[in-house]
C-alpha cells in the first residue's frame, strides 16, 4: 500500500467524525483522480478504512451516472435502456450494471432462441416466459415503492409499475430482434407488438381496443387514437422520473426526490 493510502486510511480511523466527513467530501471532489487509493482501501485489513472507502467510490460512481444522466437527458434522441441504467446508477450506485445488463443479454438470448422454433405468437412466448417462468408481475401490494421503478431492483424483486415492467419486457425483446412499444394511456402503462396490446403489469394478459377502453373509462376518459400513438423516449422517461418523484416524496427522501426533480425539469424542459 502506497504512502498516500497509508495517510488516507489514518484519516479514515479517525476518532473526529467531522474530518472523516470531510476527508470524504474532499476525495468525492477529487473523483476520478482518487478511484486509485480508494479501490487499494477496500481490501484493508481495517473494516472501518474498507467501509468509508467503498461509501466514497459509491458516491463518485454515483456522481459521475448522474453527470453522464444529465449530459444524456438534453439530448435530441434519448435511448431508453441507456437512461434507465443511468438512472440506477445514480441514485443506486452500488448496484452491479455488468451483472445487470449480462442478465438482460441472457434473457433476450433465451426468448430468441425459443421463437426461432417457429411459433408465430411472440408475445405469448415472451409473457410465458417473462412471467410464467421467471416470474414478473406487478407490485400491487407496494405500489408506492421507488424500487419499482429503478430496473436493476426490479430484476431482482420480480416485481415492479407497469412503466418499469414494459421497459424491460421491450429490452429483452429487443435482443431477439423484436421490437416492442410502449403505450402512455393515461393511469395505466401497457404494451404493444405490431396489433398486439398486451400488460406485463397483469400478468401479461393480451388486451383488445375495448379494453384498453375500460382502462380509460374508469377515469372518465374516451380512448382515441391520439392515447394508442408511440410515445417518445422522452414522454417515457418523464413518466418514469414522476413516478419515482411520487415515491420518494411519500418516503420522504429528500435528495433523492431533489435529483429526480432536476432530471425531471431537464426532461420536460422545465430546467434549461
Not at 478511484?35 to 468509508?52: G, Q
Not at 445514480?90 to 426461432?116: H, K, N, T, Y
Not at 408475445?123 to 429503478?150: K, M, P, Q
Request: some cysteine.
Amino acid at each position: 500500500m502506497t504512502t498516500q493510502c497509508d495517510a488516507l486510511a489514518r484519516l479514515f480511523r479517525d476518532d473526529d467524525p467531522h474530518t472523516v466527513c470531510l476527508v470524504k467530501e474532499q476525495l468525492i471532489l477529487n473523483g476520478e483522480r482518487a478511484v486509485p487509493d480508494l479501490r487499494n482501501l477496500v481490501n484493508a485489513d481495517s473494516a472501518i478504512v474498507a467501509a468509508h472507502a467503498q461509501e466514497v467510490l459509491h458516491a463518485i460512481a454515483g456522481k459521475q451516472a448522474a453527470t453522464e444522466l444529465e449530459a444524456l437527458l438534453k439530448e435530441d434522441e434519448i435511448p431508453l435502456e441507456r437512461a434507465s441504467w443511468l438512472i440506477a446508477a445514480a441514485l443506486m450506485p452500488w448496484i452491479d450494471l455488468e451483472e445487470c445488463r449480462a442478465m438482460v443479454d441472457g434473457w433476450g438470448s433465451e426468448f430468441q432462441r425459443r421463437i426461432s422454433t417457429g411459433e408465430s405468437d411472440r408475445v405469448s412466448v415472451l409473457t410465458r416466459y417473462l412471467h410464467e417462468e421467471l416470474g414478473f408481475d406487478g407490485n400491487a401490494y407496494d405500489y408506492y415503492n421507488h424500487e419499482n421503478s429503478i430496473l436493476p431492483c426490479v430484476m431482482e424483486s420480480r416485481r415492479g409499475l407497469p412503466l418499469a415492467l414494459t421497459l424491460l419486457y421491450t429490452f429483452v425483446a429487443a435482443r431477439a430482434g423484436i421490437t416492442l412499444h410502449g403505450v402512455n394511456l393515461p393511469g395505466h402503462f401497457i404494451a404493444r407488438c405490431g396489433e398486439t396490446y398486451f400488460d406485463p403489469f397483469h400478468s401479461g394478459r393480451i388486451l383488445s381496443l375495448a379494453d384498453c377502453a375500460d382502462i380509460l373509462a374508469r377515469q372518465n376518459i374516451e380512448l382515441s387514437d391520439e392515447h394508442l400513438e408511440n410515445p417518445g423516449s422522452r414522454e417515457v422517461l418523464a413518466r418514469m422520473l414522476a413516478n419515482l418523484g411520487h415515491a420518494y416524496a411519500i418516503e420522504e427522501s429528500v435528495w433523492q426526490k431533489g435529483m429526480v426533480d432536476r432530471w425531471l425539469g431537464i426532461v420536460t424542459g422545465a430546467e434549461q
